[in-house]
């Protein structure tokens, strides 16, 4: 009787059972495919404003050096004189050089009076030689000879005595163009020239402030974006603070210079009133334009990494990334160089933390 009911007691748990549907109690995968918002590359040409440090520099400045050995005799000029082209700045005395003259003089002198017999011996012979059988044609030729070599000797003389009398005026200094004296470095009764350096300091210098140069350095990236036909750069520095002040573009240097990677140009300062000085540093702006069209996207699209700069474009709806060089960047967009076709489909606020050939819907 017990086995009866515990088997129907079973029987009754298994029809009981049947009635119901199993229960799935495996953990269910989330959908990995992320939303993101995309932007498709653009063609444009960008115009940005970039500031550079610069510095003013005089428009001509030289270092002057005396030519030959000497003694200062006089000076004419100090520190802060202003002075014009072909003012004497300073004299030299070498008393070897005035004897080398006295020297040239007298040779000079013996020769004319050499020429002077000659001329006069051949002339002679020449109307002598009008009577027949008088003077041997040999005679005659000698007597040209000599006075054709004593007018060579004289010529020869006349161009030593020039070249010394050249010697004699460089122990003259004069100013090569306009300008103020920055620095002075001897005084009367110094013996200086070639074979005397002092410290490798020159006598004098001399800078043309009434034009200074703004030179600034260009970036590679920039090179070849700047107008310089048409272009201005717009200037601030801290000695006049508040103050912002302009100049045209005038030259480039058309190359770079491999130390730095960065192009030299130059603006032309006007400062008749004097209130630049030649030195200062500045701050410097001005327009950049693409010279052509060029691929474009918002900046927010470009990731940033320790090992370089890379979009992130969506092929086949999964994530793949593109290295790229950035350009000139104005108004949330920036131009970019690199690996692309111009037609991708961009991310467009990618994050490091997002791996590459991820799902993206």
């Known amino acids: 009787m017990k086995k009866i009911i515990i088997v129907c007691i079973i029987g009754f748990a298994l029809a009981g059972c049947g009635s119901h549907k199993p229960v799935d109690l495996s953990e269910k995968k989330p959908d990995t495919a992320a939303k993101v918002e995309t932007v498709q590359i653009e063609r444009d040409s960008l115009n940005s404003m970039i500031k ?13 050096y005396p030519k030959m050995n000497g003694f200062v005799k006089d000076m004419y000029v100090d520190r802060g004189s202003m002075v014009h082209k072909g003012q004497v700045l300073m004299t030299l005395e070498a008393p070897e050089i005035a004897q080398q003259i006295q020297a040239a003089q007298g040779r000079l002198l013996q020769s004319r009076e050499n020429i002077n017999a000659s001329r006069d011996r ?29 007018s060579a000797m004289v010529e020869s003389e006349q161009a030593n005595l020039n070249a010394v009398q050249v010697l004699q005026d460089y122990l003259i200094v004069k100013a090569p163009f306009d300008g103020v004296i920055t620095e002075r470095n001897v005084h009367p009764g110094a013996i200086t020239g070639p074979n005397f350096k002092l410290d490798n300091k020159p006598l004098l210098i001399l800078e043309d402030d009434n034009v200074l140069r703004l030179e600034t350095f260009i970036p590679e990236v920039y090179s070849g974006s700047v107008d310089m036909s048409a272009g201005k750069i717009s200037f601030t520095t801290d000695a006049l603070p508040g103050q912002v002040f302009s100049a045209p573009l005038s030259r480039s240097s058309h190359s770079l210079y491999d130390e730095y990677r960065s192009e030299a140009i130059e603006a032309d300062v006007v400062n008749t009133q004097g209130i630049f000085k030649p030195g200062m540093y500045v701050e410097a702006t ?38 790229v060089k950035e350009g000139i960047s104005n108004g949330g967009k920036t131009e970019v ?19 590459e050939g991820v799902s993206i819907k």
């Open 337 to 355: 160089f690199g690996n692309l076709k111009g037609d991708e489909i961009l991310l467009k606020k990618p994050s490091g933390e997002i791996k």
């Open 286 to 323: 001005l327009k950049v334009k693409s010279p052509v069209s060029s691929m474009v996207v918002p900046s927010s699209c470009i990731v940033t990494t320790t090992e370089g700069k890379y979009v992130i474009a969506v092929e086949s709806g999964k994530t793949k990334y593109i290295n």
């Open 122 to 150: 051949y002339f002679r012979l020449k109307s002598a030689s009008a009577v027949p059988g008088s003077i041997s044609e040999l005679d005659l030729n000698n007597a040209q000879d000599k006075y054709k070599a004593d």
């Open 52 to 64: 550079l440090p610069g510095q003013l520099k005089p428009f001509e400045k030289v270092d002057i």
